[in-house]
């Protein structure tokens, strides 16, 4: 009885160690994914506020002499529709799934099954 309570133990220890093990790999998965979704990120708004910033003054310089200040909430309205999308792009990068632990849970919730 004691040597089946000792394997039963050796047994759920194991099977602890391999969760932890499996949830380290896809924690470090979820890492680097992270790590090059800000690193993206930042380099995406850099030269975006670059660009943006040279492209305005272009355009208002253009433009002012034929509409005048009615350029200036044109290129706002536009700016803000780009906003929106990129906004929207980076919730779908978010809910793609990349930054979840899909076989973490799952194992988790396989164990959580057989013991109830």
């Given at each position: 009885m004691i040597a089946s309570l000792g394997l039963v133990t050796r047994n759920a220890i194991a099977l602890l160690l391999n969760r932890l093990e499996l949830a380290a790999l896809?924690?470090?998965?979820?890492?680097?994914?992270?790590?090059?979704?800000?690193?993206?990120?930042?380099?995406?708004?850099?030269?975006?506020?670059?660009?943006?910033?040279?492209?305005?003054?272009?355009?208002?310089?253009l433009a002012w002499a034929a509409i005048g200040w009615v350029i200036l909430p044109i290129i706002t309205g536009v700016f803000l529709v780009v906003a929106i999308g990129l906004i929207l792009y980076a919730r779908a990068l978010i809910r793609s799934g990349k930054l979840a632990l899909p076989s973490t849970m799952a194992e988790l919730k396989s164990d959580r099954d057989m013991l109830l």
């Open positions: 896809e924690l470090a998965e979820v890492r680097n994914h992270l790590l090059q979704l800000v690193l993206v990120f930042a380099l995406a708004v850099l030269l975006g506020g670059f660009a943006l910033i040279y492209a305005s003054i272009t355009v208002v310089y």
